[in-house]
Nanobody
Framework: QVQLVESGGGWVQPGGSLRLSCQASGSMARITSLGWYRQTPGEEREMVAI???????LYADPVKGRFTISRDSARNTLYLQMNSLKPEDTAVYYC?????????????WGQGTQVTVSS
């Protein structure tokens, strides 16, 4: 099973940029998609961006045109480049992998990294 560790969160002023990283280790076999999600207190976790096999990407409407998901396979690292950040982007950001373990498709999560956008 893959293990995921996020980094790169922090505080940034509105309009600024951050790049989140997700370092993967362990077994990368049978991973069908990788993605970034975010969650604020009292709210459900929501999808931000997904990268599926073949390189197709999917973005949530609020981040389209501002965020970019990418992968460096040689470094086993997933990235989320976030530009033109807004206060409403403040959340804990989680990296996730959908991976088959046996016949079961499991969602594997990292521990999360806090992003705070404020002046």
């Amino acid at each position: 099973q893959v293990q995921l560790v996020e980094s790169g969160g922090g505080w940034v002023q509105p309009g600024g940029s951050l790049r989140l990283s997700c370092q993967a280790s362990g077994s990368m076999a049978r991973i069908t998609s990788l993605g970034w999600y975010r969650q604020t207190p009292g709210e459900e976790r929501e999808m931000v961006a997904i990268l599926v096999g073949g390189g197709s990407t999917l973005y949530a409407d609020p981040v389209k045109g501002r965020f970019t998901i990418s992968r460096d396979s040689a470094r086993n690292t997933l990235y989320l480049q976030m530009n033109s950040l807004k206060p409403e982007d403040t959340a804990v950001y989680y990296c996730s992998a959908a991976q088959y373990i046996g016949n079961d498709l499991l969602d594997v999560w990292g521990q999360g990294t806090q992003v705070t956008v404020s002046s």
